[in-house]
């Protein structure tokens, strides 16, 4: 959401709904053992909204926006609420012939923008602040690839769900009240090989993806005689009922090093429709049937994160204050119970505008 004056104000935290950018960095980190890491960390998450303005008012156009995801075990140090419902560590996913790892990481930030330049700024800003309370895990700066392609040159995101959809597909609802509004979030880096992927032709890649290449319109998923990318990732429950998530992929590489990939996230309400999709893709349904993607793309990493709405982390910001600032309260507020209307993260800083 871009605020009630639109484009006149800078993007604020956990805008999983952010325009999909020309450019992006995704950001693993590894937040240090200590309680004081823990603090510092919280501080810096505390602001994360003076920062995004200290960067994005520079220029309005570029549209930054960050959202920050917490992992399962970074969850239970932050926050002293049960997890949300769905979440856990990233499960690995072992078919027959490809396998989707897990590797971990405490905090995700996907930062978005319509300048590369704006977007280091940010994340340059943000390192220096966390300072050696965090690690590096993995860092990954994506661009927009013509018409939003990725590397194997097909048009990647067309089916994202829009308008009121995206809100009902990417946030979680009223069935876990106390995170609602919040997202699931699955990040995985995938390394092409493009030569072996170029010797195809251009019909195999057709059928492999599930559209054509060119002008990006779907084949007919019933004359398929082995499961598209784009079958396998379309999830359709015992009822009927189709479920959809918001990726926001990005294309990124080093062509000296031989290095092409595509960086996929995915947001959802629900985390099990990432988990079925990652099942379908790499097991195949049926079993035996995988992606065939997946003989060109290898997963590096795997990841999975809550990014809680921005409500949430602004209800937290009077509990489990760094014990070291003084103007905090004595003792943090006792937890609220499971169906309290406001919890938080206990993060810093932030607060209603
Ligand atoms: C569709 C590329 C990984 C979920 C597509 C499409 C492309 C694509 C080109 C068709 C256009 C579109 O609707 O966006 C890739 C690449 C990947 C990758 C290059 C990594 C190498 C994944 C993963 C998931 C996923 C890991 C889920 C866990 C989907 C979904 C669709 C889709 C849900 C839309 C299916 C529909 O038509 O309803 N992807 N994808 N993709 N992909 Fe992927």
Redesign the pocket.
Known sequence: MTGASGDRVPIGAQSVDAPLSRSAVFLTLAIGPDDDDLAAVRDVLGDLDGLLKTVGFRDLGAHLSCVVGFGATAWDRFSPFARPAELHPFRPVSGAVHH?PSTGGDLLLHIRGERTDVCFEFERLLLAALGEHVRVVDEVAGFRYFDT????G???????PVAQDLAASALVGDDDPQWSGGSYV?V?K?L?DLDAWAALGTDEQERI???SKSD?V?RDSATEARPS???L???VDDAGV?H??L?D?MPFGRPGSGEY??Y?I?YSGQLWV??R??DR?FIGDPPGTH?R??D??R?VTGATFFAPSRDRLLGLADLARAPSDPSAPPEPSPPTPPDAPDPGLGIGSLRRT
Do not use: C, P, W
């Open positions: 989707a392609r990725d590397l194997l097909f048009v990647d995101g067309t089916a994202n699955v995985q995938y092409h993806i599930g559209r990006n779907e990318h784009k079958t990732a379309t999830i189709e959809d998530v990726r992929n990939g595509t996929f995915g990432l988990e999709m990652l893709m992606d993607l997946l060109f793309s997963a």
